[in-house]
């Protein structure tokens, strides 16, 4: 397909519900090509040789686990498929991307750091990072030697996300942002390196920031005794007066819910393959 005739069936928003598709329009595991079966058997294979002999072990939320295991998807490649080849992706299409999700639905709870850390985590950086941002964190997410988390929910503010009390106040000299708040129901908290948070800039404009989870002014509460998906960390973050340098801003001051929304949207995808395989299991 020529490049004009794929902007052509690009559709927007809620279209795919009320527009009529061609059977070539339709991508079926059957047109996997040489290379795609290569990267899927790659997937089997660390799902089969990786996950499966520790699925025990990452139920219990055993003490470095999570980490290692995203450290080696990283030397496999597997967590920068879907990020550009300059800055250490291997870039592969949607279709490939796709197939990568569905073999890891059955991973149980270790599929929830996987899918925060590859999405959440590291597309806002990489749609709204500046050039500097994106080269400074961008590799070291991708070969799994910095692991991310996504900051945006807060007691007070679930659904309705842009009522959120996290602020942001530029110091004096402005060197800095002074961020203080709580955020609730992070997912890869306990082991992040890097938070992607949401504060209200002077408490009016929402924005994101990059921040170094390791800060001096943060803390973490208490993992949470959840239903299901045990093997993942869930927990609350805590800002008080944590210095994030303003270099640090994501995007533009006051935009902070185009990072949000648009971040999670692509994550509802990947979202919906890997439940989707999970039930085939």
Not at 37 to 65: S, T
Not at 78 to 100: K, Q, S
Not at 170 to 192: E, P, R
Request: with cysteine; aromatic share 8%; charged share 20%.
């Amino acid at each position: 397909m020529s490049a004009a005739a794929e902007v052509s069936t690009i559709l927007k928003g809620g279209e795919f519900l009320i527009r009529d598709s061609r059977p070539e329009d339709v991508f079926i595991p059957e047109e996997l090509n040489e290379e795609q079966l290569m990267v899927k058997q790659m997937a089997v294979d660390f799902l089969n040789n990786e996950i499966a002999p520790n699925r025990q072990k990452i139920e219990k939320q055993e003490p470095g686990l999570s980490p290692a295991l995203l450290k080696k998807m990283g030397d496999l490649g597997l967590l920068g498929a879907h990020m550009p080849a300059i800055y250490g992706g291997t870039e592969l299409d949607t279709n490939t991307n796709t197939v990568i999700s569905d073999v890891f639905g059955p991973m149980g709870s270790f599929s929830v750091p996987f899918a925060a850390h590859t999405g959440i985590g590291m597309l806002p950086i990489l749609y709204f990072g500046t050039e500097a941002q994106k080269q400074k964190y961008l590799p070291a997410l991708i070969s799994g030697d910095l692991k991310a988390a996504y900051c945006l929910t807060e007691p007070g503010s679930g659904s309705d996300a842009l009522n959120a009390k996290t602020r942001a106040d530029l110091s004096a000299d402005g060197s800095h942002y002074v961020v203080t708040g709580q955020k609730m129901w992070i997912s890869n908290a306990g082991f992040a390196d890097l938070f992607i948070v949401f504060a209200k800039v002077g408490g009016e404009k929402f924005t994101g920031f990059v921040v170094d989870a390791h800060s001096a002014g943060i803390s973490l509460g208490a993992e949470e005794d959840k239903l299901g998906i045990k093997g993942s960390s869930t927990r609350q973050v805590f800002f008080e007066n944590v210095k994030v340098p303003a270099e640090n801003v994501l995007g533009e001051i006051g935009k902070g819910h185009l990072i949000a929304f648009n971040a999670l949207n692509i994550g509802r995808f990947k979202l919906g393959v890997i439940v989707s395989a999970a039930t085939k299991k």
